[in-house]
């Protein structure tokens, strides 16, 4: 069974929806660690509540991103991490690792890759009236949400569409989503065989 590390920065809803579906045996994977970069995130109080240890770091104490992603990559090795899941992680994966997890990467991102990357992508989307928004999971390469698509899937936005109604729409699409594919890239491989098996 492959181990997964999920990076997370802020509340964890994905990374808890992830611990569930691992819980109830609908994704079969271990998660073996959690990996943050903000000591007080809640993403950390839903580990320890699932008993999966963290890794917290601050950048701010190291002097490079390839001091910060090196101590990373030592936890990774000591858990025996397979595979890397991005879940509301706001900071660019670097060379580092990059190179130990080519192809082992992936993210999610709330909109239509690639309109509205980056950060507030919701916020975006409502600036720029936008009629349609969405989730996009992808590989992760060095540009800011620019890797391969894996999926997508669009939400509507309403004339009256709030930031809280759209992250909500989204985030129900996020924690049913990110979960499925997870699945099969854990178990099935690559891009080619997912997009096969949703077209079956
Ligand atoms: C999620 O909506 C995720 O798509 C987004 O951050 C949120 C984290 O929520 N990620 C990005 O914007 C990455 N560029 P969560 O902490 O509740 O899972």
Excluded at 179 to 189: A, D, S, V
Aim: aromatic share 8%; hydrophobic share 40%.
């Amino acid at each position: 069974m492959k181990k997964i590390a999920v990076f997370a920065s802020g509340n964890g809803s994905n990374f808890q929806a992830v611990v569930d579906v691992v819980k109830s045996g609908e994704l079969e994977t271990e998660i073996s660690l959690l990996v943050c970069d903000k000591p007080g995130a809640y993403a950390v109080d839903r580990a320890n509540a699932a008993k999966i240890p963290s890794f917290i770091f601050q950048a701010k104490d190291y002097t490079s991103k390839e001091a910060y992603e090196q101590a990373i990559l030592t936890e990774l090795k000591r858990y025996d991490v397979d595979f890397i899941v991005l879940a509301g992680y706001m900071r660019l994966i670097g060379s580092t690792l990059l190179g130990a997890y080519q192809g082992r990467i992936v993210n999610i991102h709330p909109s239509l890759l690639p309109a509205f990357p980056g950060k507030d992508a919701i916020g975006q989307a409502l600036a720029a009236k936008a009629m349609w928004s969405g989730v996009t999971i992808h590989y992760v390469d060095e540009g800011m949400d620019t890797g391969p698509i894996i999926i997508q899937e669009r939400v509507r936005l309403e004339e009256n569409e709030t930031r809280d109604s759209l992250q909500k729409k989204i985030q129900q699409i996020e924690h049913k989503l990110y979960p499925e594919i997870l699945q099969m890239l854990l178990t099935q491989g690559d891009v080619i065989n997912v997009t096969k098996a949703r077209a079956n």
